[in-house]
């Protein structure tokens, strides 16, 4: 699957709200190590080394296309090529920060204990996840893709079903000192109507329906998923649109 740097940061300040809020439940200071999985273009990054200016930070993605723009916009950070579930940076790290990644990596309950290995005494996993895979603009993806010539093509594509706070908690309260868990749905205003959540989500959900496809197909699926998009929420009289959108919090301590 291909990822967009550009694309992505076309809604930098919105994706950035829920980094803000999941890195001011963090202690305040202390820190020495951080690494920032899954760290996109280095937005998330950046965000880390504003709350830990001290701290030595570094950054991993599987994009090239990200990794890239990670290290135009922080040449000072260590940013390296390379896949979450097969990570094999021991650390230790005093905070690792997962921001909007490991919904993409299988095997959370494979996963999460090693990333808690890699972590100080006191260390803190931070995670952030996307909790909408119910929300009209997932459940559209996956519909239209059923629906439609490219049925065959777009087969079990799309992200999995995730885990539950509820299941995080219990699986993390046998391995961590302490674990918070919280569900925030926020509620960004999105000018340009319908096409503004298809630009949305063109640099995250979408990327595997699109990626499947080409020319007419692709042009054809994104203009069904538009226009349902236009059905499925309000556009207000002014051309905007208010996009709903459910994030899932985890904080554990080793």
């Avoid at 094999?88 to 921001?99: E, H, K, R």
């Avoid at 009209?136 to 594509?157: C, F, N, S, Y």
């Avoid at 000192?177 to 569900?183: G, N, S, Y």
Wanted: aromatic share 10%; with cysteine.
């Amino acid at each position: 699957m291909s990822w967009s740097a550009n694309q992505y940061t076309k809604f930098e300040a919105e994706r950035n709200r829920p980094i803000r809020d999941l890195l001011a439940q963090l202690p305040p200071g202390g820190v020495r190590t951080a690494a920032d999985i899954g760290c996109g273009p280095g937005n998330s990054t950046e965000l880390l080394i504003e709350r830990y200016p001290e701290a030595v930070v570094m950054g991993m993605d599987s994009s090239p296309d990200m990794i890239e723009a990670a290290r135009k916009r922080l040449p000072a950070v260590s940013f390296e090529l390379g896949d979450i579930s097969s990570w094999d940076n021991p650390g230790p790290f005093d905070v690792i920060l997962a921001n909007a990644s490991l919904q993409w990596v299988p095997d959370h309950a494979q996963l999460l204990p090693r990333l808690i290995e890699k972590l100080s005494p006191g260390g803190v996993l931070a995670i952030q996840m996307p909790d909408n895979h119910n929300e009209p603009a997932h459940r559209l993806m996956r519909e239209i893709a059923a629906d439609g010539p490219w049925k065959d093509k777009l087969t079990g594509v799309g992200m999995a079903p995730r885990n539950d706070a509820a299941w995080y908690f219990g699986m993390l309260k046998e391995i961590a000192a302490t674990v918070d868990v919280w569900r925030t749905t926020y509620h960004h205003l999105l000018p340009g109507g319908p096409s503004a959540v298809v630009e949305w989500f063109k640099g995250s959900g979408l990327r595997p329906f699109v990626d499947a496809l080409e020319g007419e197909e692709r042009a054809e699926y994104l203009a069904r998923y538009e226009s349902e998009i236009g059905e499925a929420y309000t556009v207000f009289p002014d051309g905007t649109v208010l996009l709903p959108f459910p994030r899932l919090f985890v904080v554990a301590t080793a």
